[in-house]
C-alpha cells in the first residue's frame, strides 16, 4: 500500500502541517505497531519503536517510567510558562485479527482492536509538530502502557513525571464519526468502570431434598434479578447507569445443591453521584436479598476508573484547537451516551484535561464495533488527531500562561 499522504483523505489545511517524509514515516510507524501489537505491561517492542520515531523527529529528550511507557519533553518557547501534557496509549488487546488488511496483526491473539496503533503514532505526530511549532510552555508527550486494564494512568501518575503538568488532553478515534470531525464538548464522556463480585454462603444437600439445604443458587438469582431495579428504581432517570452481572458460577453435578454461588459483573455511572449511588445500593440490596432466602453474601467491589467528565474551560481550549485546525463545522456532538470507560479520567482526578473522540471512519466506510475482530481506524485520523492535539497543547499553554500573567 502506498504511504504518500495525496492516497489519504485529509482537510488540505491538515495534509499542509506534514512533509511527504513525514507522512510516510507516520502512516509506516503506525502499520508497524498494528502489525506487532502487544498486551499491556508488555509494550517493551512498542515503547522500542516509538522512541526511535521520536529520535527521527529529532526528539531525544525521551524518559523511560512506569515499566513500558514513555513521556517525551518537547521545549516551548518559555521554559517558565505551564507545561501541558498530550496522552496516546499503546496497548493492544487479546483477539484474533479479521480485518484483512495487508499489515494485520502477526502476534497470534493479539491486534490492535481500539485504535491504539492510531493513539500512538498520532501522540508521534503531535510531538513533530510542536517541536516544528512549540507552545509557549514545554509539551509532555505520554505514551500510556495499559490503557485496556485500567492501570496505566494511575502508573504514570505515580511515577511523578506529570507532577508539574497543569494541563492534559488525549482523545480516541471512532468510528462512529467520518475523518475530519471531532468530538471536543464538556460534560460526560465516558462512564465509570467499577466491577463487583458477590460471594453467597448457603447450605448444600440432594437435589431430590431441597428443603434441607439453603439453596445458594435460587438466592444469587434472586439477586441478579433485584439487581435490574438499581438503575430503574434507585437512580435518577436523567442519570445513565448500567448494572451487568457476566458471570454466574456455581454448582458440579445436576443432582446436588451446592453451598455457594459467585457472581461477577461491572458497574457504570457517568457522574460521581451516581457512580457512589450504584456502588452503595448494590452492596445493601445484595444483603438485604440474600438474607430473605436465608443465606448470607458477601459483596467485593473493585474500584474501575472515575468517569470522564470534561470540564467547561478545558473543552473550550479544545474546541478552539479544532476550530483552528479544521475549522468549525469539524465539530459534531456526541450524540449518545458512552458508557464505556477510560482511564483517561485518573489523569483528570490530578489535573485538569479534555478528552476528545476523532473520527476515524473513512468517506463511504461503516461504522465498526471497537474491540471486534474487523476493527481498524482510518489513517486519516492519524494526521488529524497530531495536528489537534498539538494544537490543544498550544493553545492550553498559552491561555493558562496568559490566565497566570493576569491574575
Known amino acids: 500500500m502506498s504511504t504518500a499522504i495525496d492516497d489519504i483523505a485529509l482537510p488540505p489545511a491538515v495534509a499542509s502541517h506534514f512533509s511527504q517524509d513525514a507522512a510516510r514515516r507516520l502512516v509506516e510507524l503506525r502499520r508497524d505497531l498494528h502489525r506487532h501489537p502487544e498486551l499491556s505491561w508488555q509494550e517493551k517492542e512498542t515503547a522500542n519503536k516509538l522512541v526511535a520515531a521520536l529520535a527521527s523527529f529529532g526528539i531525544t529528550d525521551v524518559a523511560r517510567v512506569a515499566g513500558t511507557g ?26 484474533t485479527e479479521s480485518t484483512g488488511l495487508p499489515f494485520s496483526s502477526e502476534n497470534a491473539g493479539i491486534m490492535h482492536a481500539c485504535g ?23 509539551v509532555l508527550v505520554v505514551f500510556q ?25 488525549g482523545g480516541h478515534v471512532d468510528r462512529r464519526f467520518e475523518v475530519g470531525q471531532v468530538v471536543a464538548q464538556a460534560g460526560a464522556l465516558a462512564a465509570s468502570t467499577d466491577t463487583f463480585e458477590i460471594e ?3 447450605a448444600g444437600a440432594h437435589g431430590a431434598r431441597p428443603h434441607e439445604s439453603a439453596d445458594p443458587i ?12 438499581l438503575v430503574s428504581r434507585r437512580l435518577d432517570p436523567a442519570q445513565p447507569g448500567v448494572v451487568t452481572v457476566g458471570t454466574f ?7 446436588i445443591i451446592p453451598d455457594r454461588a459467585r457472581l461477577t459483573g461491572t458497574i457504570r455511572a457517568t457522574t460521581v453521584a451516581a457512580r457512589t449511588l450504584l456502588t452503595r445500593e448494590l452492596a445493601a440490596l445484595v444483603t438485604g436479598v440474600a438474607a430473605a432466602y436465608g443465606v448470607s453474601a458477601t459483596t467485593t ?26 475549522g468549525e463545522a469539524a465539530l459534531v456532538p456526541l450524540g449518545t451516551t458512552n458508557m464505556g470507560g477510560e482511564d483517561f479520567a485518573v489523569y483528570m482526578e490530578s489535573m485538569p484535561g479534555c478528552f476528545l473522540r476523532i473520527g476515524a471512519r473513512e468517506p ?19 494526521f488529524i488527531g497530531a495536528a489537534v492535539l498539538a494544537e490543544a497543547a498550544r493553545v492550553a499553554s498559552a491561555t493558562l500562561a496568559g490566565a497566570r500573567e493576569t491574575s
Not at 150 to 167: C, H, K, P, Q
Not at 249 to 255: K, V
Not at 364 to 382: C, F
Request: aromatic share 2%; no cysteine; net charge negative.
Open 70 to 95: 514513555l513521556v517525551a519533553r518537547v521545549p516551548g518557547r518559555d521554559r517558565s510558562a505551564p507545561i501541558v501534557a498530550l496522552r496516546g496509549d499503546i496497548d493492544a488487546l487479546p483477539i
Open 301 to 326: 467491589l473493585g474500584g474501575g476508573t472515575p468517569p470522564i467528565v470534561n470540564p467547561e474551560r478545558m473543552a473550550s481550549i479544545a474546541a478552539r484547537a479544532v476550530t483552528n485546525v479544521l
Open 249 to 255: 458460577n456455581a454448582g458440579t453435578a445436576s443432582n
Open 200 to 202: 453467597v454462603a448457603g
Open 364 to 382: 463511504g466506510g461503516r461504522v465498526i464495533a471497537a474491540h471486534s475482530p474487523g476493527y481498524y481506524a482510518a489513517e486519516g485520523a492519524l
Open 145 to 169: 502502557p495499559a490503557e485496556e486494564v485500567g492501570d496505566g494512568a494511575r502508573a504514570i501518575l505515580e511515577s511523578g513525571t506529570l507532577a508539574n503538568v497543569a494541563a492534559i488532553f
Open 116 to 138: 491504539h496503533d492510531v493513539h500512538a503514532s498520532w501522540a508521534v505526530g503531535a510531538a513533530h509538530l510542536l517541536a516544528a511549532s512549540p507552545a509557549s510552555g514545554d
Open 218 to 229: 435460587v438466592a444469587a438469582a434472586a439477586i441478579v434479578t433485584a439487581l435490574q431495579a
